[in-house]
């Protein structure tokens, strides 16, 4: 079965690198991780992915992530973070299969971003 | 780029009553996905459709039917709405594989 671990809620101040830790645990050699970030209105806004056979961190704009997969471990940094990147941040697991990403959820964490 | 748009944003039914939701890409993805939201926790994945006409259960099926007519839409039902299932409902839709999984912006239902 498949599991994703996030800390419940953090804080940061404007301008200030932010890290968001996700644990998981998975038996498939061949997997996908998925960040999101939820707005107030429940929107869920796609932020960057990390595949299990890239060694390389990903990057896409002010979000990068350290995936560190010998500890099934990944975190999500947000740099020179900003009051407007105060939201939910979902960390999710994908299994692949053919055609199909069925996505396991963490339970979020709340980052709130102080002027 | 393309959106996927859900509709009714939201719902209200009353108990026992059968309520559809429904959900509409333009990314032209193969496979789309219905997930339910509870107050402050994860998704738990109800439906997806990998094609046209496919439907594949997911953790959270029971109670719910869902329909893919066409590759572009994919709806739900609620089959007789609970007062404990008021959530949010979230499609999304992606090629499969190592590709990013985009979402709607998600129905509220609410159960009178």
């Known amino acids: 079965a498949q599991r994703v671990t996030q800390v419940q809620s953090t804080g940061s101040s404007q301008w200030g690198e932010v890290t968001l830790d996700c644990s998981y645990e998975?038996?498939?050699?061949?997997?996908?991780i998925l960040w999101y970030r939820q707005l107030f209105s429940g929107e869920m806004v796609f932020l960057i992915y990390?595949?299990?056979?890239?060694?390389q961190n990903q990057r896409s704009g002010h979000y990068s992530v350290v995936f560190q997969k010998s500890f099934k471990s990944i975190s999500l940094v947000i740099s020179a973070s900003q009051p407007e990147d105060s939201g939910t941040y979902f960390c999710?697991?994908?299994?692949?299969?053919?055609?199909?990403?069925?996505?396991?959820f963490g339970k979020g964490t709340v980052l709130l971003v102080s002027p | 780029g393309g959106i996927i748009t859900q509709t009714p944003k939201f719902l209200i039914g009353q108990e026992g009553q059968k309520l559809t939701l429904k959900c509409q890409q333009n990314?032209?993805?193969?496979?789309m996905y219905w997930y339910r939201q509870d107050s402050g926790k994860g998704l738990r994945l109800i439906y997806y459709?990998?094609?046209?006409?496919?439907?594949q259960k997911g953790d959270l099926s029971e109670g719910y039917d869902a329909s893919r007519e066409k590759k572009s839409s994919f709806s739900l039902t609620v089959t007789s709405a609970q007062k404990n299932e008021m959530a949010v409902f979230l499609c999304?839709?992606?090629?499969?594989?190592?590709?990013?999984?985009?979402f709607g912006k998600g129905t509220r239902l609410t159960v009178v």
């Open positions: 990314f032209n993805h193969d496979t």
């Open positions: 459709s990998i094609t046209e006409n496919d439907l």
């Open positions: 990390q595949p299990s056979f890239d060694t």
């Open positions: 999304a839709s992606s090629m499969g594989g190592y590709t990013e999984v985009f």
């Open positions: 999710a697991l994908s299994e692949l299969g053919s055609g199909y990403n069925k996505l396991t």
């Open positions: 998975t038996s498939e050699y061949s997997y996908l």
